[in-house]
């Protein structure tokens, strides 16, 4: 009988274990970074699934020819520093970039945002360039490739002066974009009308995720002053809407207190669908809040199908019911289905600060959502141990790959897991 009720409870309960494979991907061996392998960034090159790169904290960067089964890992230097903020993008030829925070003789954040690429997949990269210097602090940079044109489009936060409570300092969204595979940055343009204070908490605007839509729109959004901003630009980055368009609450802003944690935010992702499939021009905001209460953070997403003129209600991603911890969300697109696949922190099964991996898929934009918990076993941080500010997913031709970190016994590790979803539909 308790074998019987074993089973009965692992097939029916909607947070079983669906045993993927997950793998560890090894520390680089000249790694030094006290934190090595947190804040890590994933890219699938969209020619060849079985060519995925990575990046974590400080200067670390992994990648696998096999689909992610097995690593190779190496730590990157440049004239102009790293300092850390990884993220890695694969443009339509695959060739890889890896973009990071500089630090020019011990002066972190003053030297722009710097850009490492090469010419194909593997442990070397052969240019290093980086956005206009201009003496102002430069932090949480992403980019999205255009497709059409193989243009890559950044954007991250500018601070006046970082850390100051000085009501004269600002801080304000830019963008800048290479049209020559790296080689060199147009000069960062300011693209938030309503600056935010440079605190960096949740009155500072952070948070600039970029993302491309079918005709090439530029689509970013961001967080400040308890509020998620959106803007647009529909001609490469030259113009921008007048005014930033107010889309959403963010309830408690996105400097999310969670106990267990050092620190946790709950900054937007932004997505727009090429895919050509029945959502095809859809852009997706996603992000976490405190809008439940302070014990009871949750994943949350926003859609508009009209370019960013109207927005949906806020949808609730994670799928429990509880009054627990949802946190560290990020989204992606798989371009060759529309399919959305979010990969993010739950303690929906637990009371204390134990902690699972969750990754959610959606097929119809939004409307439904199927959850999967892809670790093995839970976790549990330690808020005297910095645990960085974000995980990440990506996903293309039925391939997904998150990346995602643990913490035990004081001790870090990075995973990606194996996912198709033809295997996903096998599930229950």
């Not at 409570?165 to 790296?182: A, Y």
């Not at 997505?271 to 209460?293: E, F, L, M, T």
Request: with cysteine; glycine share 8%.
């Amino acid at each position: 009988m308790k074998f019987f009720l074993i089973v009965f409870i692992g097939l029916f309960s909607p947070w079983v274990c669906a045993q993927f494979n997950n793998v560890k991907i090894p520390i680089p061996k000249k790694a030094t970074y006290k934190f090595s392998q947190v804040e890590p960034s994933i890219c699938i090159n969209p020619n060849n699934t079985d060519e995925i790169i990575a990046g974590t904290v400080f200067n670390d960067y992994y990648f696998s020819k096999d689909g992610g089964y097995t690593w190779k890992s190496k730590s990157l230097k440049s004239k102009f520093g790293v300092n850390g903020d990884p993220c890695v993008v694969i443009d339509n030829q695959g060739r890889p970039y890896y973009m990071h925070l500089s630090n020019i003789d011990g002066k972190a954040l003053v030297g722009g945002i710097v850009c490492q690429t090469g010419r194909s997949v593997k442990g070397r990269f052969t240019r290093v360039s980086h956005t206009l210097v201009d003496g102002k602090f430069h932090d949480k940079e992403w980019a999205a490739v255009n497709p059409k044109n193989n243009n890559v489009y950044m954007t991250w936060t500018a601070f006046d002066a970082y850390n100051s409570e000085d009501p004269k300092d600002e801080s304000n969204i830019v963008f800048s974009k290479t049209t020559d595979e790296g080689k060199t940055w147009s000069i960062p343009k300011i693209i938030s009308t309503i600056p935010g204070d440079c605190a960096d908490d949740d009155k500072t605007a952070e948070g600039a995720v970029p993302a491309v839509g079918p005709e090439g729109e530029i689509y970013v959004a961001w967080s400040r002053n308890d509020s998620i901003w959106f803007n647009v630009s529909k001609d490469e980055g030259e113009t921008w809407l007048a005014k930033e368009q107010f889309i959403a609450n963010q309830s408690k802003g996105w400097n999310l207190e969670i106990i267990g944690l050092f620190r946790t935010n709950g900054m937007p992702i932004t997505a727009a669908d090429r895919s050509g499939k029945d959502h095809h021009g859809d852009i997706y905001v996603n992000w976490a809040d405190q809008r439940n209460g302070a014990t009871d953070t949750d994943i949350w997403l926003k859609k508009s199908s009209d370019k960013g003129e109207t927005w949906s209600q806020p949808i609730r991603v994670n799928q429990d019911t509880t009054a627990t911890h949802q946190f560290f969300t990020w989204m992606t697109i798989d371009q060759t289905t529309g399919y959305l696949y979010f990969v993010y922190y739950s303690r929906a099964n637990f009371e204390d600060f134990r902690t699972d991996v969750f990754m959610t898929v959606s097929k119809d934009g939004g409307q439904t959502f199927k959850e999967y918990k892809i670790n093995d076993t839970p976790f549990s941080p330690n808020p005297k141990m910095f645990f960085g500010d974000y995980i990440n997913i990506s996903a293309h031709d039925g391939e997904i790959r998150p990346i995602w970190l643990r913490l035990d016994e004081g001790e870090i590790s990075l995973f990606t897991t194996i996912v198709n979803q033809n295997q996903l539909n096998t599930l229950p």
